[in-house]
């Protein structure tokens, strides 16, 4: 089993402020995924990387994976308060493609 | 599209009692995932099936917890005897047997040991 290292573990901002997340691990990757859990509910998928150096858009949301697809970044601008939430990148196990999650950064964006 | 549905959402039991978790996927995906969240933490993999054979049950507690998916479709997966230390979601989810494919979650059962 990889170990997804995810930082900050917690995370607490103004609406309006830009935030970037990480999540690190000593492995190759061939893809990761990052999720978002909202309390009470499973994780939703946000987005796939899978080439080294890609990176990914959605809407104030801006996904990085390193060149050597080890890590990966989020980049949220002008956060807004229906981005709170625990999120979590994930990977596919070498071994087969069981999928693996990291601790998560839980974000609180108060108004 | 029906997504993934679990039942209970919410259990509460005394330890050492049994508990059982029922999951039905989204029809169609034929791998199935089981993962317990501990509070403010990542969910951590139990046991993956591929229709109705185990994958990867490398992390589950084999002493006391157990699972089956019949006929590739629902899954269960018991707990017993409980222990205070099994609180947590239990989180169900599939998708389609294909690397890096998107897992589709249920909203989990929170079960709560006293």
């Known amino acids: 089993t990889q170990l997804l290292e995810q930082s900050p573990q917690f995370l607490s901002i103004q609406e309006g402020e830009n935030l970037t997340v990480y999540c690190n691990s000593s492995s190759v990757f061939s893809s990761l995924q990052w999720y978002r859990q909202e309390p009470g509910e499973g994780p939703v998928l946000l987005v796939t990387?899978?080439?080294?150096?890609e990176v990914k858009k959605l809407k104030r949301l801006t996904f990085q994976f390193g060149d050597a697809r080890k890590d990966s970044s989020l980049h949220i601008t002008a956060a807004q308060p229906g981005d709170t939430g625990l999120y979590l990148c994930a990977v596919n196990s070498n071994s087969g493609y069981a999928l693996n999650f990291g601790k998560g950064t839980s974000l609180l964006v108060t108004p | 599209e029906a997504g993934v549905a679990q039942s209970p959402r919410y259990k509460i039991i005394e330890k050492r009692q049994s508990v059982a978790f029922w999951c039905n996927p989204i029809s169609g995906h034929a791998t199935l995932y089981w993962y317990q969240q501990i509070l403010g933490q990542g969910p951590k993999l139990l046991i993956q099936?591929?229709?109705?054979?185990?994958?990867?049950d490398s992390q589950l507690p084999k002493d006391r917890f157990s699972a089956e998916r019949l006929k590739g479709v629902d899954s269960t997966l018991k707990i017993q005897p409980a222990k205070l230390e099994d609180s947590a979601v239990y989180l169900c989810a599939s998708s389609a047997p294909i690397r890096g494919a998107e897992a589709f979650f249920g909203q989990g059962t929170r079960l709560t040991v006293v």
């Open positions: 990387v899978v080439t080294g150096g």
């Open positions: 099936f591929q229709n109705n054979g185990v994958v990867d």
